[in-house]
């Protein structure tokens, strides 16, 4: 049986890096995972979605749609989540 590695598998199903089609894929897992940290963080700190979104003035809702999707969230809710969270965010941009 011969065995492929992911890289492999993402190349021939999503396709190879630079395309379009696995660069939008790379974004959404980034965002995916940030929302998965930011669970992770909350639940660090023992706070529920309700308490978090009190802290920064939205609903549980919002809370719940940040960490299931970063997708539709503000950059700037993004920003006060983490403050709420104390917790550090680093960017970084790269121009070809």
Known sequence: MKTKSLEELTDK???P???LKRDA???ELR???????IRQIR???NLTQEQLGDL??????QISKIENSLRQARFDT??????ALDAKLFF???VD
């Not at 965002?31 to 940290?37: F, P």
């Not at 920064?56 to 809702?61: S, T």
């Open 78 to 83: 993004i920003l006060k989540v983490f403050d």
């Open 56 to 61: 920064i003035g939205v609903k549980k809702a």
């Open 43 to 45: 639940k660090d700190r």
């Open 13 to 15: 199903y999503i396709g």
């Open 92 to 94: 970084r941009v790269e």
């Open 25 to 27: 894929f790379e974004k």
């Open 31 to 37: 965002l995916d995972i940030l929302g998965s940290q």
């Open 17 to 19: 890096l630079g395309s």
